[in-house]
C-alpha cells in the first residue's frame, strides 16, 4: 500500500468511475493513504474534493500519512490489548482455558446456581499412566500428549457454554451450565472412551519429533458432581463453591483408587456412581 494523490480523477486510468455513477456523488480530486499494521494494510483513509478548488498538495500528503500513523498506533494498541486478555486466560500448551480463568468463570456460574436455582456440572479428570510417557518417550512427547487431549475434549464436549480449562500439569477441569448429574455423567464417559481409543502422537510433529502410536495405554479417571444435586447451599458462596470443586475432585480420585478408566460421579446422598 502506497499513499496517493489523484489532483484530476477524469485524467487518472486508476480511477474507478463506476463508484461514481452507483453513489451519484461527482469526485474530482482524490488523496489517499494506507493504515498499516506492521506491513499488513487494515484500511484506507481518503479524502474527497478539497474545498476552494485548490489541489492536494505534498504538505496535506505527509500530514495525512502522520495521522495515519497514529491510527494505526491505535488499532494496534487496541488488539495487543485484546490478545494480552487472550493470553491471560489460555493455557499456552493445550489451547484451552486456564485455572485462573476456571475459577473466575465458576464463581459465575455457581452464582447462577445458587440464585436462579440452576443445573451446574462440574468434571474433573486426570490422565492414567500419564507418567509412562514421560519416562519412556521424553517430556516433550509428553506435552504433545496434552495438546491432543485438549483437542479431544474441544470435540467431544459440546454442551453449550461449557468451559474447558487445563486445570495443572495432566489434569483438566469441564464446567456444565444447564447441565444435570446424568448428562454431565455420559460426557465424563464419552471423555473417557475418547481418550481410552485414541492413538496419541500418531503422526510426525511439525517440529520433527517422531511418531509413537500410542495407544491403550494412557487412559483417564473421571470424577462428575452437579451443583443442585450436592450442595445445600446453607453455607456461604466461597464455602459453597469450594465444597463443589473438592466433591469433584474427590470423585476422580476415587475413580483412580478403584481401578482407573473409570467414571465416578459423586451424588448428594454421599454416594458413588461408578462407568462399567
Known sequence: GQSYISPNVKEDKHFYGEIDKKTQFITKSIIC????????????????????KVNYTKEDLNLLEIFAAYTSTLIQNVLDAKRHKELSKEDSLTGLYNDRYFH????????????????LSLIFFDLDNFKFVNDNYGHLAGSRVLTEVGGILRDVVQAENAVIARYGGDEFVIILPDVNYEQAFEIGNDIKESIKHHIFL??????????????????????VASY???????????????????LADEAMYRAKETGRDKVCLRRGDCTYQFSE
Not at 493513504?33 to 474527497?48: A, F, Q
Not at 500418531?202 to 473421571?222: F, L, N, Q
Open 228 to 246: 443442585l444435586d450436592c450442595i445445600t447451599m446453607e453455607r456461604k458462596f466461597e464455602e459453597d463453591k469450594n465444597l463443589f470443586i473438592k
Open 33 to 52: 493513504v494506507p493504515v498499516l499494521i506492521g506491513k499488513s494494510v487494515c484500511g484506507v483513509i481518503e479524502l474527497l474534493n478539497r474545498k476552494e
Open 202 to 223: 500418531e503422526e510426525i510433529s511439525r517440529y520433527g519429533d517422531p511418531a509413537y502410536h500410542i495407544k491403550g495405554v494412557i487412559t483417564s479417571s473421571v470424577g
Open 104 to 119: 473466575m468463570q465458576l464463581d459465575l456460574e455457581v452464582k447462577k446456581a445458587r440464585e436462579q436455582r440452576k443445573e
